[in-house]
């Protein structure tokens, strides 16, 4: 049966190009190939956020609530004269998605979460090791050891029954940290979230943003509009949801992931003005037969993916 996707009855505009949108990669902001060695991942749990009253804006998002976000991990690190930080989600009890360039090149990660320490190996997308294609921008993670979640806790899920082609036009939810203002830097250590539309894929036939993100050359890419909620550097990693039908309570409680926060335009030829993002999507096939193939070689549950795990979102 297909998946009810829930959008606004507001009817959608087009994508809104970026100022100097057309001129290819010198458009998006760079980030480093490879997070440095040693980082650890933390839970957002542990950021104990409970915001009040008016709260400062992350490009158009909300500081979030801690404990609706219990699977999402964050990490802070150096690299190359720069900080910047990353953010990754728990979909099962051994197993993390985050973005290729967020881990290092040995793939050993540590995550901290419910008090506990975790290490892990993650493996990258073969065509990202390649520089092939950018939108590739994947991570998968595995555990040594299980988590074990206390009661009530959910892992999050992969959608399985929404192709690219179909998830243009809807609304999505975009997570991570990042800066506070359109003009970069400002980082406040904050878990933010907030709401944007999907504007073109990968497979947009009239290629508004230049030939170098669209099919055959990137394969996985959801672009946003200008408006809205958008990335920041800083916000690599996280997970963008597509809301759904549920019973979970809160307005993000039912939510599955359809892709991995990568890259941010930029405007006006000014790398410290940013634009729409570029979501390395994970409802495409390039995504789901790597991931499965690493899931059922590594025989580990992953909501939506693989396996029989039954505490999914």
Request: proline share 5%; charged share 20%.
């Amino acid at each position: 049966m297909k998946l009810k996707i829930q959008t606004s009855s507001i009817a959608l505009a087009v994508l809104v190009v970026v100022a100097s949108a057309g001129a290819g990669a010198a458009n998006v902001r760079k980030v480093p190939k490879y997070a440095p060695e040693g980082i650890t991942f933390k839970s957002v749990l542990s950021l104990n956020q409970e915001p009040g009253g008016v709260q400062p804006q992350l490009r158009g998002g909300e500081v979030a609530v801690s404990r609706d976000w219990p699977a999402s991990l964050y990490v802070t690190f150096q690299e190359g004269g720069g900080t910047y930080s990353c953010t990754a989600a728990l979909i099962g009890p051994q197993v993390v998605t985050t973005a290729a360039h967020c881990v290092p090149r040995s793939g050993k990660v540590r995550f901290e979460l419910l008090g506990k320490a975790f290490e892990a190996k993650c493996v990258q997308h073969s065509r990202y090791l390649k520089d092939t294609d950018a939108s590739a921008d994947y991570a998968i993670c595995g555990l040594q050891q299980k988590v074990q979640p206390p009661a009530g806790f959910l892992f999050e899920k992969l959608e399985a029954s929404v192709d690219l082609a179909s998830i243009a036009g809807h609304h999505i939810i975009l997570s991570g940290f990042g800066c506070t203002t359109d003009t970069g830097g400002g980082a406040d250590g904050k878990y933010r979230i907030g709401t944007n539309t999907v504007a073109g894929t990968s497979r947009s036939p009239d290629k508004p943003l230049g030939a170098d993100y669209y099919e055959p050359r990137e394969v996985n890419n959801l672009f946003t509009r200008d408006d809205g909620a958008n990335l920041c550097p800083g916000d690599s990693g996280g997970p963008a949801f597509l809301r759904v039908p549920g019973l979970h309570p809160g307005d993000y409680g039912n939510r599955v992931i359809v892709g991995i926060n990568s890259r941010v335009f930029y405007k006006e030829n000014d790398p410290t003005k940013y634009g729409s993002s570029l979501i390395s999507a994970t409802v495409t096939s390039d995504f789901r037969q790597w991931a499965k193939e690493w899931a059922m070689t590594n025989n580990l549950d992953a909501c939506g993916l693989h396996g029989t795990q039954t505490r999914c979102r």
